[in-house]
């Protein structure tokens, strides 16, 4: 048995952006990751998705040349088994990366499946290892609705493995992954469906971004089939059509060579005997955490949590940020050190892409906040020389009493990186009178956020 100062269970962002800080604070630190380092982020989320996307994007791209001056260029042939052992070659590298930052800050990497065996001790392959604090940082999985013939369908873990590029997809689900992956594959030539419950797209927008956004991806060519609620799968093996097929509640059957479940994802704690430590998970599966991330626990054991395990957006730079506040607080004495929820931005890599931050309309009018909304639609200029009519939208929304922005939203491409400067700007209290006086960039789409 050896003893550290913490021990921390997972090596994703979270985890190693944990460990590699508290060693700097001078802690002896344990990382325990059963699998590749880098978590979801690195290896089956994030990174390899824009990397996906990013070869969807190009086709766009180069369908759209012609304009350009290019009449004879043509996308040619995909090889699907290119991107991929490109893509794992990358997220080889980047495994590496992680290994050498936790080696070179001191961090002890024991490989492994880890269980609590109390709220001081962990085991790894039938060894004891003895913390005085255990931060957990396990992530979370995607979530298999319980229905007949489930497991006939894939998960988005799957899908960064797949030994042969489908012909024709069905995505159940229309949140972040749903809509990400619908792109993906409709842009590398896939017939694509996207099956969703509601009436529109990402329930949690504002309804103007809904219906624009799901405008804009029946325009690239995805079937979407709202009010959709999935029954059972059956699989059909009569050769030559072999397929999965997608049964409705309204009776209707669909097919496909894949069906995936982008049904949402759940903390993955069910490995970690979290009653070892007296913890027990809320109703909706993650962990209660006080403003240190110490888990509310019957022992009152040192055990912590944060990122995809605790009710918090399940985003990576959440994570990450909630791992430097942790740190900061347990060893750096600094109990004032907090991440800021209220602005948190985030981007959505469909097509057409959505960012936003802060505060959204209809949660401005449950809390009853006076607001003002400003908006624009206007063609971005690369796609429409090329004669598409698709249309970029950006919203800002700002307190009535203060003048202070307090929401920016926007559809359209660079949403991602346009919105990370307004989410500094929004951080910073702006007013509309700031983004006003501010001077634009000429010609672009992020100078709309000053010319509204
Ligand atoms: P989301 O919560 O975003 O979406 C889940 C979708 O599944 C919803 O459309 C929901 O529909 C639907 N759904 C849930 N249960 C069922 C069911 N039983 N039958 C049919 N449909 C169902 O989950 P994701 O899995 O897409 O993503 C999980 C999280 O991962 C995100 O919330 C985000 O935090 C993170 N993420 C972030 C990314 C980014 O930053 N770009 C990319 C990918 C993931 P309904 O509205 O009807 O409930």
Partial sequence: ???????????????????????????????????????????????????????????????????????????????????????????????????????????????????????????????????????????????????????????????????????????IGAGYIALEFAGIFNGLGADTTLCYRADLPMRGLDIDLQQRL?????????????????????????????????????????SADLVVFATGRRPRTSALNLAAAGITPTKNGTLAVDENYRTSNANNAPVYALGDLINTPALTPVATNEAEVFVRRLFGNDTQATVDYKAVPTAIFSQPGIATTGISEHAAAEQGIDIEVQTSSFKPMKSSFAGSSSESYIKLISARDSNKVIGAQMLGDDAAEIMQGIAVAIKAGATTADFHGTVGIHPTSAEEFVTL
Avoid at 66 to 80: E, I, K, L, M, Q
Avoid at 144 to 166: C, I, Q, T, V, W
Avoid at 219 to 231: D, E, K, N, V, Y
Avoid at 238 to 252: F, I, K, W
């Fill in 1 to 171: 048995m050896k003893d550290y100062d913490l021990i921390v269970i997972g090596g994703g962002s979270g985890g190693v952006r944990a460990a590699r800080r508290a060693a700097a604070c001078g802690a002896r630190v344990l990382l325990a990751e059963g699998a590749d380092l880098g978590g979801t982020c690195v290896n089956v989320g994030c990174v390899p998705k824009k990397l996906f996307y990013y070869a969807a994007t190009l086709g766009t791209t180069l369908s759209n040349i012609g304009a350009y001056g290019y009449p004879n260029a043509t996308v040619g042939d995909f090889s699907w088994q290119t991107l991929l052992e490109n893509k794992n070659t990358e997220i080889q590298r980047l495994n590496v990366i992680y290994q050498n930052l936790l080696q070179n800050s001191g961090v002890e990497i024991v490989k492994g499946m880890a269980t609590l065996k109390d709220g001081n001790t962990i085991t790894i392959n039938n060894t004891e290892y003895c913390g005085a604090h255990i931060l957990l940082a396990c992530g979370g999985e995607p979530i298999r609705p319980p229905l007949p013939g489930a497991e006939l369908a894939a998960l988005s873990d799957d899908l960064f493995y797949l030994k042969k590029f489908p012909k024709k997809v069905i995505m």
């Fill in 214 to 254: 799901a405008t804009g991806i029946a325009a690239t060519g995805i079937t979407l089939r709202p009010g959709s609620t999935p029954q059972q799968l059956t699989q059909n093996d009569t050769p030559p059509n072999t397929s999965t097929e997608l049964h409705l509640q309204d009776g209707t059957v669909l």
